[in-house]
């Protein structure tokens, strides 16, 4: 078998593109030099390229022949990637250091996410623009900065440089499926202010560490009801805490605020004489975490290693309060769709908990498709935040894509894949905050529809596309701008 996993895939010019992105790094506010790329291919092809203050780039691709009096389509897709790497991983995205290959039909990342999200939505536009054989009016390669971690690129878009309203959102999941509709959204941090103490002499240090979890994208994968390792953490050092006199240094866990978390740290003293009892309560902790998550993640590992103690540490007053925050801020689904039977309507995610100095910080990612329950959901975690005495702020609202069912570029495209394919796609919206709710209220008047191939495991390592969607995704997009055309 060839060394190169993307030897023979078709179709080839997307391919191309998608195995040169990958090794590229790219992370959210970090896309210069994946611009890079876009600008050097669109100037070698003789298409202008127009920017924005923020950093967005749109290319402006000229019609096929005979197609020139069309109406200007927009292909859109973001630049910037989820980061994520096992944190034993010699590979690392985040340093454009990304290993694939080609398993069971799959493009799969080794050890860190792959990209696909979205790098698929922005190498199909490259491709289509490219490629001879697609038949198409006027393009708008429409490439947003920052999506992933606020959404910046959309929020500041300047909507000159977009002559379109049309747009095609190519930054879907799932094959067979058209999505008309998004969650809005909103991010909380919460800053819990500490007095830290001298550290009793008879005390002894232990790092304890949370491993081995799935994690997931805190949108697609938020009904898994996967163990979240910050909240598995605070529950260990909770239970520890009740047994012995636990008191808290630090505690890290997540990366990402739009991420499930998947591996959290902690240190914690307690007096040497009961270490035996951490571990027994820890022990307890675990395997009762084992039981309620069998069969989600089976992979849940704890671990304890003993280190320098510190010399001061959290009170037992002030252990208490932070580890009852991180237990009482929620986390998961809230609410099921009313409108379509397995949505998700409304979530909550505890993304990132940090320890600064005197200070625990807490970053919670919340979602909704209506407006209220979001507003409700961000109400909860401020009562909470403020009921254990945090600062809490919210940041970084956006908002919903309210699904239009009469939307003429949705009926082109049911009709696309119909002929194609033999059947009738699923229409829905996606728990995931997809740039379209922003990008329409920038663009008054843009007609959207969003589709894309099989992406499973975004935003976590082993991140992975399924190569027949691939083709299934390309196929529909040529299909559809020949129509549009």
Not at 135 to 143: I, K, R
Request: hydrophobic letters at 40%; charged letters at 20%; one cysteine or more.
């Amino acid at each position: 078998m060839s060394a190169d996993p993307f030897a023979g895939l078709q179709p080839e010019t997307m391919w191309k593109h998608f195995s040169a992105i990958t090794k590229i790094a790219r992370p959210s506010g970090q896309e210069e030099a994946v611009k890079a790329y876009v600008l050097q291919w669109a100037q070698s092809l003789g298409f202008e390229v127009k920017h924005d203050e923020i950093g967005n780039l749109c290319v402006h691709v000229p019609a096929s022949p005979g197609k020139e009096a069309s109406p200007v389509v927009v292909i859109q897709g973001h630049l910037d990637m989820v980061c994520e790497r096992d944190s034993d991983s010699p590979n690392d995205a985040e340093q454009g250091k990304i290993e694939v290959v080609l398993e069971d039909g799959w493009i799969k990342a080794v050890g860190t996410t792959l990209g696909a999200d979205n790098a698929i939505g922005v190498v199909a536009g490259m491709a289509a623009a490219e490629d001879k054989d697609v038949v198409h009016g006027p393009l708008d390669l429409l490439m947003t900065i920052d999506e992933e971690t606020g959404m910046t690129g959309a929020i500041e878009l300047d909507p000159s440089i977009v002559r379109g309203r049309v747009m095609l959102n190519l930054d879907s999941e799932e094959d067979g499926t058209l999505y008309a509709g998004c969650a809005g959204g909103c991010d909380t941090k919460m800053a819990l202010q500490m007095d830290p103490q001298d550290l009793p002499a008879d005390h002894v240090a232990f790092r304890v560490a949370i491993s081995g979890l799935k994690g997931g994208h805190s949108g697609l994968d938020i009904n898994t009801n996967r163990l979240n390792s910050i909240r598995a953490m605070a529950r260990v050092l909770q239970q520890a805490a009740s047994a012995t006199g636990l008191l808290l240094y630090s505690i890290e866990g997540g990366s990402k605020r739009n991420a499930i978390p998947r591996e959290s740290v902690a240190v914690v003293c307690v007096p040497k004489s009961e270490v035996p009892g951490l571990r027994t309560a820890a022990e307890t902790a675990r395997d009762a975490l084992l039981l309620q998550y069998a069969g989600l993640d089976d992979g849940l590992e704890i671990k304890f290693e003993e280190v320098d103690a510190p010399a001061k540490t959290f009170s037992r007053i002030d252990t208490s309060r932070a580890l009852r925050l991180l237990r009482g801020i929620p986390s998961g689904v809230i609410a099921m769709s009313q409108e379509l039977p397995g949505l998700v309507e409304t979530s909550t995610n505890l993304g990132v908990v940090t320890t600064e100095a005197d200070t625990i910080h807490t970053i919670s990612c919340s979602r909704s498709s209506v407006a209220p329950a979001l507003r409700d959901v961000l109400d909860t975690l401020g009562s909470v935040g403020t009921l254990a005495g945090a600062n809490v702020v919210e940041h970084g609202g956006y908002p919903g894509w309210k699904p239009d069912m009469e939307s003429h570029v949705l009926h082109l495209t049911l009709r696309a894949a119909e002929r194609l394919f033999g059947k009738t796609p699923d229409v829905t919206a996606i728990h995931a905050g997809l740039e379209c709710g922003l990008l329409g209220e920038r663009i008054p008047g843009m007609d959207m529809v969003s589709f894309g191939p099989d992406i499973r495991s975004a935003h976590a390592p082993g991140e992975r596309v399924n190569v027949e969607t691939v083709g299934n995704f390309w196929a529909l997009l040529k299909e559809l701008l020949k129509d549009l055309s």
